[in-house]
């Protein structure tokens, strides 16, 4: 099954494609690194899945299901994540739990924990450094129990160790939970890392996906994967 699949779908500005016709497909379970330049689509394209941007044509089917109802097993980090400042990380999660269904899989102090926020204590987010905050965004993301989790540039404000402890957290929420995964970055070795298949965007445009078994057939060694996307990306 997949986890989303997209139909031609576009968005247009003011008469600029940009997203042009994609035909995205996430297997469910699959960890999905979607790789780009600024200004490529990924963010708007990003959106029209989660329901943040009106497709001008085409569709979006999540596991199996057009109608949208399914969108409330998303969890999503899309740009700056959105922040009670003046409470502490605790008292946001708790007040954005009260939003979600019943009986989460994760509770508040786990995904502090998972994030490495557990020692924050009454510290108030609009104290954070942007690290942490990102770090907040991901639990926030994650507070639901998501079976699919959209991650814009997840690792924005982190330092490398920061980096490589959410590139961990990230593995361990596939392989021990089974969470699908559509992640965006412009780190391609952190990327991966943690992904299993590879979409590569340019000016609105999804010009291949490329999973592992297609990599070998092309004899691209797992160095010099970044390589051949930046090819890809430079021919278009």
Excluded: W
Excluded at 21 to 44: D, I, P, R
Aim: with cysteine; charged share 20%.
């Amino acid at each position: 099954m997949f986890a989303i699949r997209t139909q031609n779908l576009s968005k247009h500005y003011r008469g600029s494609a940009v997203v042009d016709s994609v035909n995205l497909c996430v297997q469910k379970g699959e960890s999905y690194g979607l790789v780009g330049a600024n200004g490529a689509g990924k963010t708007t394209l990003m959106k029209l899945i989660v329901g943040l941007a009106e497709a001008s044509s085409g569709s979006v089917e999540l596991f199996g299901s057009t109608d949208g109802r399914q969108r409330n097993k998303i969890g999503c980090l899309i740009e700056i994540p959105g922040l009670f400042i003046d409470m502490t990380a605790e008292q946001h999660l708790d007040t954005t739990l009260a939003l979600l269904p019943p009986n989460p899989r994760f509770g508040i102090r786990e995904v502090l924990a998972m994030v490495g926020l557990e020692d924050t204590r009454k510290k108030p987010v609009k104290k954070f450094s942007l690290g942490m905050k990102q770090r907040l965004g991901i639990a926030t993301a994650l507070l639901g129990s998501p079976e699919l989790l959209i991650l814009d540039e997840p690792v924005n404000g982190l330092d490398p160790i920061g980096i490589r402890e959410m590139s961990e957290l990230f593995v361990r929420l596939r392989q021990e939970y089974g969470m699908t995964m559509l992640i965006s970055s412009h780190l391609l070795t952190e990327l991966a890392k943690v992904v299993s298949c590879y979409g590569v965007v340019a000016n609105g445009k999804l010009l291949a996906e490329l999973r592992q078994e297609e990599l070998q057939q092309l004899s691209v060694t797992a160095d010099g994967v970044e390589d051949h996307i930046i090819t890809l990306m430079e021919g278009n």
